[in-house]
């Protein structure tokens, strides 16, 4: 991976190069993952005149959580505790003779961007943006293969829970169990806080578990991810408790079930990221329910559970073959419950099948 690590360092060198800055302080986590291999806490990664430093507060623990530094990068780690990595690394580049430093502002703090002044002030700082956050849009196979495999493990885990006896549970309980689960299968954890509602709950985008209890006839929509190898996937289903299920819940089901799939089969490379949220939001829309829809209808999933590409009606830029977004409708009708499904897929060519489900466990309504 070696060579991976040094040529999206590269890639990023030249942009930083393009704008006029001799080298770049990169400081938010999932960037310093994505160029170093790992990104211990707080650990900043210089993108030098002369070399590429990783620069620590304390040496990287090497556990999955963290990755391991790229063999071919310098670790730095601070002579002593509580100072400020990125503040550092500015100083370092000062020393190695550069006259400008690209940052990242968006992640900076006005305290932290302080700091870097006052130990480099003759260093010109400029705005890296989201260059980082670009490069991050299209993955390589192995990228792509920690989500599956993360998918995979996410499947496993809810399938698992499916089997058992979910009357009288509480949603705190299943979604704990469920996180346990995705351990047990060998995530690193979960790749966010699991969402399990129940009964008035269920279909609540961003709904945290409470101690309501499961009971016969409810909607129960789970929403749950694996991260594996820094990688986060996510998956959304809902089921029917304990009975077959109402005439309303078949009919929102299903209008949910049709949107999800209009957005899946909109995505091919060339397609407006806007394109793919209307496809779906037009099948909500046209049942009805137009009115208190979520802002948007997918996202990329990556190092982080919600980056680039937002799949909204705002939303500029076309997708390209190789990134992993969700495609996530859902309707939640207030004091009676709601449906959400959600999936993760890669976008490819239909001469390469089309879009790659890699979240497989059924979305057929099934009474438990």
Not at 4 to 16: N, T
Not at 26 to 46: D, E, F, I, K
């Amino acid at each position: 991976m070696s060579e991976v690590y040094a040529a999206r360092r590269e890639r990023l060198r030249k942009c930083c190069n393009t704008s006029g800055s001799a080298a770049a302080l990169v400081t938010r986590p999932a960037n310093v993952r994505y160029l170093a291999g790992a990104a211990p806490h707080g650990a900043a990664l210089l993108l030098g005149k002369t070399e590429d430093v990783l620069v620590c507060g304390a040496p990287p623990s090497g556990e999955a959580g963290e990755g391991r530094p790229d063999e071919s990068l310098r670790v730095q780690v601070l002579p002593r505790p509580g100072g400020d990595p990125g503040v550092a690394a500015a100083d370092m580049a000062a020393a190695m003779g550069a006259e400008s430093l690209a940052v990242e502002e968006h992640h900076l703090t006005v305290a932290r961007h302080r700091a870097i002044r006052s130990v480099a002030p003759r260093l010109r700082l400029a705005d890296l943006g989201g260059a980082v956050e670009q490069l991050r849009v299209i993955k390589d196979e192995e990228e792509i293969s920690c989500l599956r495999i993360g998918a995979e493990i996410t499947d496993q885990a809810l399938g698992e829970l499916l089997e058992s006896i979910l009357v009288g549970r509480t949603e705190r309980h299943l979604a704990l169990e469920l996180e346990r689960r995705l351990v047990d299968h060998g995530a690193d954890g979960p790749a966010f806080t699991t969402s399990v509602g129940t009964g008035p709950n269920s279909g609540r985008p961003g709904h945290l578990p409470t101690d309501r209890r499961v009971e016969e006839g409810d909607f129960l929509s789970v929403c749950l991810g694996a991260t594996y190898r820094g990688y986060r996937c996510e998956i959304g289903r809902t089921f029917v408790i304990g009975t077959s299920p109402a005439d309303w819940q078949i009919e929102l089901y299903d209008l949910v079930f049709a949107a999800q799939r209009a957005g899946r089969e909109a995505l091919v490379p060339g397609a407006a990221y806007r394109a793919v949220d209307r496809a779906a939001r037009q099948v909500l829309d046209s049942g009805g329910y137009g009115d208190g829809l979520p802002m948007l209808m997918g996202h990329g999933v990556g190092l982080e559970i919600d980056e680039d590409p937002q799949l909204a009606p705002a939303a500029m830029g076309k997708l390209d073959a190789c990134v992993p977004v969700t495609v996530e409708p859902g309707v939640h009708l207030p004091g009676r419950g709601g449906v959400r499904i959600d999936d993760t897929l890669v976008v490819r060519p239909e001469a390469d099948g089309g879009p790659e489900l890699l979240t497989i466990t059924t979305k057929e309504l099934l009474a438990l």
